[in-house]
Each structure stands twice: as C-alpha cells, then as structure tokens.
C-alpha cells in the first residue's frame, strides 16, 4: 500500500518556550539584522498534500508575520523517495520536509541527517501513541502530517438501516450480516481486483487482530522469527479473503473491476461492504455530497468481541532537516502544525479522512462519516499501526497473492506461505539480522 526537521540563547530560552507552547501566536524575533526569515519546507506534489502544505505556511505566516514559509513539491513515489534521500546526503534539504512515517523513515539516516525532537516542546500536543512511527534509535524526529486514515471496512449506512443490521464486532456476526445483504438481493462485499492493491485490506486491514493475539509479531517477524503461515491469526486475513469467495458474497466481474467502480457501487448502495482504506472517501465528497453521510467505517473483525480496534495508517512526518539555517523558526512553524489551531487551518483546506493525531485537534462538525467512526477506535486506544509502520518487511508481490487467494485459485495457507518467501529478498536486501 503504497500508500512523509535548534536554538535560541538563554536569553531567549523563556520566550521561545512560550512560543511554542502557544503555537506560534507570539512573532518572535526576526531574522539576525532584523530582516526576516524564510523557510522552505518540501512536499510531495498530490493535490491533498499541496493544498494542506500552503493552507498551513499561509496561516502560520499570519501568526508570525516576521517567518515566512515557501513551499517546495517533489515528486511522488519511488523518484521522490530518491530526491529525499539525495538532499538530505549532499546537505541541500530544505528546512522543513513531508515525509513518510514508519519503517520508511529509517532508510533517510535520520540520525546523521535530522534535527532530534526527543523531549522538544514541539511534541507537546502529539499523541503519545503516534511517536513510535517517527522514532529511530530511541530519539523522535518528527510531528504528524494530516490525519490518520482506518484500513478497514467502508459501509453504506443507509443498507444497514434498511436491513435493521448493527456493525458486527466478530467475524461471525459480520459473515451473518452478509448473508442477510446477500438475501436482499445486494451484493454483500465489493472487490475490484483489476485493481490488485485493493485486495490486500483483509490482509493488511487485520493486523490489528494479529497484534491483538501475538503482541511481539512484528519484531518477530522483522528477526525472522515469526510466519504469516505459521502464525494462526496472522492466516486469518488470507482466510477471509478465501471465505467470502467460497460462500458467493462478492460481486460479479470482480476480477475486472476498478477501485473506482468500486466506491460507486458502495455509495449507491449496489454493494454494502467495501475493505478499503479511510481516505479514499473526501475525493467522492464534492461530486456524491451523499458521501460524506451515507458511508461508515467499522474495523476488520475478529473472534472476541472483548477484542474489537481498527488497524491504522499513521499520517507522514514532517521533519527538521539538520542543514537548517534556521532551527528556532523551523521549530516553530512544527509545534504551529502539531497544535489544533494547525488542524483548524488543514480542516479548511482539505477534508480530513480520519482523526487527527494531536491533542485537542477536533474534526470538524461537517467532517465525514467515516473520519468520525475511525475517532471513536482511537479514543477509547483500540487502534494498531499497519504492519508496514512497526516492520521493514514487506514484500512486493502481496497483491498479487491476496488477488489468487481472493479468487479462490490459491488456498489461503498457500498464500500466507508464499508471502513469507516473497519477503525474504527485501529483509535480506536490508541487512535485516536473522535472515
């Protein structure tokens, strides 16, 4: 799912910590000579991305009139990976970078090459419990970008109501409702496997679950030490993928369907169920208003209903880049984005898919639907980060092999078998011990 950074003098030291604990309110001092100060902060160039990136440098730019932040895009994908990296290595990074979070971060050197946030003020409104997704080596690095966003399952509410159904917290219940969909004649769980991305939620969107049961998992499996195949609840997802198969709960032509034509189904109400990421929600928003409303989120069920939390991507960091001419500004501009007045001015420009991770950041009253259900997961601390945010180890053939397994051409032990061999060239390829 391919589906991302110091110092006043002492005289300064009181001031600087008001600043920051006030999210930028106060100007602060200008530039040395009394100029003022510029800084440039890179974004990868999706719209989503941009529109946030500028509605944040405008607003903090009001706050502190004598900071001004200029923004830089790069590409997507793997070349922007590289323009990153490269940047970074030859000391040209600008001060402030979007970045991935997660086991990614690890391949920037962030040690050598960012500004360590371990203990800074900057971090005083971020959740405890994203800091291990922008930690390397025991030392923080970086404050959320944007919103987490749930892998999961997207419903249409609307159906729900209509066939008196509740969300299920088991399996179970959930192949129960689907049935109960299937006999009003809809069809109960949409996949759209031209798209073969999109058939690796059931695998990627359960691993809440897998925590859940086996609690050391990903550090096991990172040292080599634990297999999807050997590990009952980590088969699981390959299972599901196989039982809604067998038991005719999916749609017709599934194996050419796009993901496109998948949120139409969902959001007409042709279809019910839909794995599927949060985020692929605001986009429909301003063309299908219904959207917003009409669609929910509930987590990938597993056997205890006692056990019942949403696995989450965690959103980007946005890091400090060691080069920096200007730290004290740079933290700034970072506790202004890791603070609710820095949601507020996101909120405005893009549609948050899920929650924020920032203490007191509240999602708008006209935020969608499914953003507000994947909140009530993180309040109540029933959430876990996808794997590939706790582990290096992911292989580059799982959608392929959700793909056969979901179409009932390769059984779902066989599945979690051959992952485990398509992980070995990429740990190795890490110099991963153990492997």
Known sequence: MNTSHRALGAALAVLTMAALTSCGSDPGPAAEGGGPVTLTF???????????AKALAAAFTRANPTVKVETETRPGGTEGDNIVKTRLSTGDMADVFWYNSGSLLQALNPAQTMVDLTGDPVLAKVQKDYLPVVTQGGKVYGIPAGTAMGGGILYNRKVYEKLSLKVPTTWADFMA????????????VISTFKDTWTSQLLVLGDYYNVQAAVPTFAQDFTANKAKFATTPAAVAGFQHLADLHAKDMLNSGFGSATNEQGMKMLVEGKGAHYPMLSAQLPPLVATTPAAATDIGFFAIPGDDPAVNGATIW???????????EHQAEAKRFLAFIASPEG?????????????YRIEGAELPDDAIQVAKDLQVYIDRKATAPALEFVSPVKGPALEQITSAVGSGLTPPAEGAAQYDKDVEKQAKQLGLAGW
């Open 314 to 324: 965690e959103p980007p960091g946005i890091y400090l880049a060691k080069t920096g």
């Open 343 to 355: 949601a507020d001015a996101a909120n405005k420009a893009v549609q948050p898919a899920g929650p």
């Open 42 to 52: 890179l974004v990868d160039n999706s719209q989503a991305t941009m529109d946030t």
């Open 177 to 188: 409702n689907n049935e109960k969909i299937k006999a009003g004649g809809l069809t109960p």
